[in-house]
């Protein structure tokens, strides 16, 4: 039987995109389901795909 990783993590993102000005946030859980770390950011201006990606390398580098 396989056994899980001892080491995985889901991310769960969101961004949101109004008037030029966006945040974004995640949750973070390990391979349970438990939650690990949650967070949202005020981003600034930018396009919907840049805040996705800026919320994903906050969670990453975290």
Do not use: H
């Not at 946030?25 to 840049?50: E, F, H, N, P």
């Amino acid at each position: 039987m396989d056994q899980l990783p001892t080491c995985s993590l889901k991310f769960n993102s969101d961004e949101n995109c109004r008037n030029g000005l966006n945040g974004g946030g995640s949750l973070i859980r390990d391979m349970r389901g438990k939650l690990t770390m949650a967070y949202s950011l005020v981003l600034g201006a930018g396009t919907s795909d840049w805040a996705k990606a800026a919320s994903l390398l906050y969670g990453i580098t975290w």
